[in-house]
């Protein structure tokens, strides 16, 4: 079993200095290649990574965002070895040893049992639950666990091979938020199962140095781009009018970060980005096909 991990890095110098290093010795441990693809920063992560000879590669495309960027490390993995599984991970996560041995104890369980493995999920674990990262006991864990499940945590998951080479690359339209949704939805479409371990990863913030009008103006416009490439008319009405409740409702008090990417910019804004979206939406339904692949 040939495993990548790729980290999936954009202007994050400050995550790679405090996290790699960690990382990577975990990585040479397990027998794991670690690859960074950067989508040409303009910190000094690629000097960073050069000098502590950190395998990378820098997405000069023409497209931009994070599904281009995993689509590039993918692309980039592939040209020297035929790995079975790429774990995608965002630069400002943590691991503990131990998670990638119960990993791979999980992989050869779940390839006994299904022949069609897609996508492998991890627990998200965020700074309020700290402590429970610190003191998980891997002896403890056991394969069952796992569950099937309809998406996993979009920050740290696997991909098969074989699903990479039936469903395609990620839809890099994106940019960033929504692709791996996406890609889950795609990933069911073709027959192919998608579990979590709840095996436990750090994920400290969000590592975008973007700033927050943009990033919630993708997650906008994303999200009815989402809808118009997988949902039928049924639940498409149900986002709207869920993403109506988000931003209108005063009482709303999910605090969960898509819900604050959503709301975080003020009324004005909100309103300007939601039309904005609509527009967007129908105007790329008019003009091309959506994505099949």
Request: charged share 20%; hydrophobic share 35%.
């Amino acid at each position: 079993m040939t495993i990548c991990l790729l980290i999936i890095n954009y202007n994050g110098l400050r995550f790679l200095k405090e996290y790699l290093c960690e990382i990577t010795e975990l990585c040479k441990k397990n027998q794991i290649t670690i690859i960074v693809s950067d989508d040409n920063s303009s910190d000094e992560s690629i000097d960073y990574l050069s000098k502590n000879n950190i395998n990378y590669t820098i997405n000069i495309s023409d497209k931009h965002g994070f599904a281009a960027n995993v689509n590039n490390g993918i692309k980039y993995a592939n040209t020297f070895s035929n790995f079975d599984y790429f774990i995608i991970a965002n630069n400002d996560i943590a691991i503990r040893d131990g998670l990638f041995e119960r990993m791979k104890d999980a992989l050869q369980f779940l390839r006994c049992k299904d022949n069609k493995i897609g996508i492998v999920g991890f627990d998200e674990i965020e700074k309020n639950r700290y402590e429970y990262f610190e003191s998980f006991d891997f002896n403890q864990y056991t394969n069952n666990r796992i569950a099937i499940k309809s998406e996993v945590p979009g920050f740290f998951f696997i991909l098969s091979r074989e699903l990479i080479s039936t469903i395609g690359y990620m839809d890099e339209e994106y940019f960033m938020y929504g692709e791996d949704n996406d890609y889950f939805a795609r990933t069911l479409k073709a027959n192919y199962s998608i579990y979590n371990t709840f095996l436990p990863v750090m994920h400290y913030s969000e590592s975008s140095s973007i700033n927050d009008k943009i990033t919630s103006w993708h997650v906008y416009r994303n999200t009815f781009l989402f809808a118009q490439k997988n949902l039928n008319l049924i639940k498409t009405c149900r986002l709207f009018f869920a993403f109506i409740n988000i931003i209108y409702n005063p009482f709303y008090r999910n605090n969960s970060p898509s819900s604050l990417r959503i709301r975080r910019n003020g009324f004005i804004s909100n309103n300007y980005m939601l039309i904005k979206s609509i527009i967007w939406n129908l105007n790329y339904f008019l003009n091309s096909k959506p994505n099949k692949k």
